[in-house]
């Protein structure tokens, strides 16, 4: 089995993603940009994340900030939309980085879409799913 790699820019390459160091793949210097910051993304994708060894809080906090980049229509949503939306899509870039996130990291995420969606009808698109999702933790389910 493929092991996952020890650093964030080791990650970034094997999940396909353009990671700045202070200089970008087409030889121009980032930290020019107003855009520049650390645990951001730009509009055009590039992850902004200091290349050091992972642990699992900045595992978790990099791997959202993929799937931000892969995914940028996610920023127009709503905020409980939005979250709910990056964690369906985190499993899939998990997967890919030959990993699992431990469900202690996704209970802020649950509990507040679980909030968020509580007193909206089901009418509201995504809320059902939401509200599902948000309720499970570990493989349970509470009724």
Not at 53 to 75: A, C, D, E, H, Y
Request: one cysteine or more.
């Amino acid at each position: 089995m493929d092991r996952r790699p020890k650093t964030y820019g080791a990650l970034a390459d094997r999940l396909e993603v353009e990671h700045c160091r202070g200089m970008r793949r087409d030889g121009t210097y980032c930290y020019q940009s107003a855009d520049h910051h650390v645990g951001d993304v730009t509009p055009d994708g590039v992850i902004h994340w200091a290349d050091r060894q992972m642990q699992w809080p900045g595992l978790v906090r990099f791997l959202k900030l993929v799937v931000i980049s892969q995914n940028p229509k996610t920023v127009t949503f709503k905020p409980w939309q939005r979250v709910y939306l990056l964690n369906k899509h985190l499993t899939g870039v998990a997967r890919e980085a030959n990993t699992r996130i431990p469900t202690k990291y996704l209970r802020a995420d649950r509990a507040f879409v679980r909030a968020s969606v509580a007193s909206l009808s089901n009418d509201v698109p995504l809320r059902k799913e939401a509200f599902d999702w948000s309720r499970r933790e570990a493989g349970q389910t509470w009724d």
